[in-house]
């Protein structure tokens, strides 16, 4: 950015849109960012000094201020503190002074009350801390130029990683605005080991509904990672129900990629590549399926092939079940106790019967419901 801009101009203003910001600047590319730039621009100096305990700080007084920033940080996450900071001169300017915290990925350190020992959302608008935090999103990854890069890719930390190099910014702020501009609805989680997750943010489609568990379960790369079982990362299919805190969580499926992050956590983004579950999340989920594989599961589903998809029993081994069907054509279906009674078979099972009468899963799941009376 070679322009100087002279500082009468912005002595007083603020701006509380970034976007206006920009377009005053003339700055029309990320390449052209140049937040130290900008923050001279608003009358608010910065220093690079070794700090210990956080990132960055500012003092103002009389419509200008000086931002202190750690320069043992990397670039993009000073960056990011630079303009959290500005953000705090927009929105709280009165002789301000304030210190930012951040964990190791450049994720805010503040929390909701010590009494609510829950999982935890990040970034909330209505408090200082993640206000300057959405106004530094905003500066740094502008939502009219973020959103067609993010159109259409896969919700992974490989397209986080490409992102974050291309807007020069952490992969924890590049990973929070690719929850809520990408095309995929996504959730993302910091996990502790042997301690609930230290926060989750959901991205936009995400019903409020739907809660990660405290801590990742066993058949997740989470828990893998977390307990040095494996350090395999990369985008894997697994079962909802290790993430998610729903009763009928066991017959969805996610993606997972996560991958260790400082001070032996792990970082996990979680995606749904259909809505089959966020759309059931609209049903209570003890009437959409109040019960998992098993003996009764099975008795059920039979029951169910029988009187409602024209199957018909036939004659079979001892410990299996024989369904033969001519609609809409015939169709041979063996049924063995062991494979009914886990969530694979069973899941098996239904894809197959959906398969053959040409209907989304769901709806044959859906038909072995008890209606509520």
């Given at each position: 950015?070679?322009?100087?801009?002279p500082?009468?101009?912005?002595?007083e203003?603020?701006?509380?849109?970034?976007?206006?910001?920009?377009?005053?600047?003339?700055?029309?590319?990320?390449?052209?960012?140049?937040?130290?730039?900008?923050?001279?621009y608003?009358?608010?100096?910065?220093?690079?000094?070794?700090?210990?305990?956080?990132?960055?700080?500012?003092?103002?007084h009389?419509g200008?201020?000086?931002i202190?920033?750690?320069?043992?940080t990397h670039?993009?996450?000073?960056?990011?503190?630079?303009?959290?900071?500005?953000?705090h001169?927009m929105?709280?300017?009165?002789?301000?002074?304030?210190?930012?915290?951040?964990?190791?990925?450049?994720?805010?350190?503040?929390?909701?009350?010590?009494?609510?020992?829950?999982?935890?959302?990040?970034?909330?608008?209505?408090?200082?801390?993640?206000?300057?935090n959405?106004?530094?999103?905003?500066?740094?990854m502008?939502?009219g130029?973020f959103?067609?890069?993010?159109?259409?890719?896969e919700i992974?930390?490989?397209?986080v990683?490409?992102l974050?190099?291309?807007?020069?910014?952490?992969?924890t702020?590049?990973?929070?605005r690719l929850?809520?501009?990408?095309?995929?609805?996504?959730?993302?989680?910091r996990?502790?080991?042997?301690?609930?997750n230290?926060?989750?943010?959901?991205?936009?489609?995400?019903?409020?509904?739907?809660w990660?568990?405290?801590?990742?379960?066993?058949g997740?790369?989470?828990?893998?990672?977390?307990h040095?079982?494996?350090?395999?990362?990369?985008?894997?299919?697994?079962?909802?129900?290790?993430?998610?805190?729903r009763?009928?969580?066991?017959w969805?499926?996610?993606n997972?990629d996560?991958l260790?992050?400082?001070?032996?956590?792990?970082?996990?983004?979680?995606s749904?590549?259909?809505?089959a579950?966020?759309?059931?999340?609209?049903?209570?989920?003890?009437?959409?399926l109040?019960w998992k594989?098993?003996?009764n599961?099975?008795?059920?589903?039979?029951?169910c092939?029988?009187?409602?998809?024209s199957y018909?029993?036939?004659?079979?081994?001892?410990?299996e079940t024989?369904?033969?069907?001519?609609?809409?054509?015939?169709?041979h279906l063996?049924?063995?106790?062991?494979?009914a009674?886990?969530?694979?078979?069973?899941?098996?099972?239904?894809?197959?019967?959906a398969?053959?009468?040409?209907?989304?899963?769901?709806?044959?799941l859906?038909?072995m419901?008890?209606r509520?009376?």
């Open positions: 950015m070679t322009q100087r801009w500082f009468a101009h912005s002595a203003r603020r701006w509380h849109d970034p976007a206006a910001l920009l377009r005053h600047l003339g700055i029309t590319c990320p390449e052209d960012i140049d937040v130290e730039a900008i923050a001279r608003c009358n608010a100096r910065v220093s690079y000094q070794s700090l210990n305990g956080c990132a960055g700080r500012i003092v103002g009389r200008r201020a000086v202190v920033v750690d320069r043992n670039p993009f996450r000073r960056r990011f503190t630079i303009a959290h900071e500005l953000g001169w929105f709280d300017r009165a002789d301000v002074a304030h210190v930012y915290t951040e964990d190791a990925w450049g994720q805010p350190s503040e929390q909701p009350p010590a009494a609510d020992n829950g999982p935890h959302e990040v970034w909330y608008e209505d408090r200082p801390e993640q206000r300057a959405r106004w530094a999103a905003e500066l740094l502008p939502e130029w959103a067609p890069d993010a159109a259409g890719r992974s930390f490989d397209t990683r490409d974050a190099q291309h807007y020069r910014t952490s992969l702020a590049t990973a929070l929850l809520e501009l990408g095309s995929t609805p996504a959730m993302l989680i996990s502790c080991r042997d301690q609930p230290r926060w989750f943010r959901r991205g936009a489609g995400v019903p409020r509904s739907l990660p568990h405290p801590e990742p379960w066993p997740t790369v989470a828990f893998d990672l977390l040095g079982h494996s350090l395999h990362t990369g985008l894997t299919a697994v079962a909802a129900d290790g993430w998610i805190d009763r009928d969580a066991w969805f499926r996610v997972e996560s260790p992050v400082g001070g032996g956590d792990v970082l996990t983004l979680i749904w590549p259909d809505d579950q966020l759309r059931a999340t609209f049903t209570l989920a003890g009437t959409w109040p594989p098993g003996k599961a099975r008795a059920r589903l039979l029951k092939l029988c009187d409602k998809w018909r029993r036939r004659r079979g081994q001892p410990g024989v369904l033969e069907t001519d609609q809409p054509t015939p169709q063996t049924v063995s106790s062991a494979e009674l886990d969530v694979e078979g069973f899941r098996r099972l239904v894809d197959e019967v398969t053959h009468k040409g209907v989304p899963p769901g709806i044959v859906r038909s419901l008890r509520p009376k």
